[in-house]
């Protein structure tokens, strides 16, 4: 009897940490391809050794990113100091742009930058 109970705790907890892991592999999927999906919110330009603030606003699989997985995207893109702070669908993001002056379209979760 011990031994049924001990094979079905361990199948209802497989289960969930399945689930789990598979909500979380969802979640970073949908983050990764929100930075490359279509539809900008406008242009920017960064200047060669300048710090910038970045709001994001995230969806709701998105928030479920840690500040650690923002910072490594904007990482990335080629930003270098940086300092992710907030949580949930909020965020701010600042960095500097080390290399050269260069413009690119922003992901539509990027809501406001700032030049600091």
Same mark, same amino acid.
Do not use: C
């Given at each position: 009897?011990?031994?049924?109970? +001990?094979?079905?705790?361990? +199948?209802?907890?497989?289960?969930?940490?399945?689930?789990?892991?598979?909500?979380?592999?969802?979640?970073?999927?949908?983050? @990764?391809?929100?930075?490359? @999906?279509?539809?900008?919110?406008?242009?920017?330009?960064?200047?060669?050794?300048?710090?910038?603030?970045?709001?994001?606003?995230?969806?709701?699989?998105?928030?479920?990113?840690?500040?650690?997985?923002?910072?490594?995207?904007?990482?990335?893109?080629?930003?270098?100091?940086?300092?992710?702070? !907030?949580?949930?669908?909020?965020?701010?993001?600042? !960095?500097?742009?080390?290399?050269?002056?260069?413009?690119?379209?922003?992901?539509?979760?990027?809501?406001?930058?700032?030049?600091?």
């Amino acid at each position: 009897m011990t031994t049924d109970f +001990s094979l079905a705790a361990f +199948s209802i907890a497989r289960t969930s940490i399945l689930k789990t892991l598979r909500r979380s592999l969802t979640a970073l999927a949908a983050f @990764a391809s929100s930075f490359v @999906a279509s539809g900008s919110a406008g242009e920017l330009t960064v200047h060669q050794w300048k710090r910038y603030r970045a709001t994001l606003a995230l969806g709701s699989v998105e928030r479920l990113a840690g500040n650690a997985q923002i910072a490594q995207k904007f990482r990335a893109l080629g930003f270098v100091s940086l300092r992710v702070s !907030g949580s949930g669908a909020k965020r701010r993001v600042e !960095g500097v742009w080390p290399g050269k002056e260069t413009s690119a379209n922003l992901p539509p979760q990027i809501v406001a930058v700032a030049k600091l």
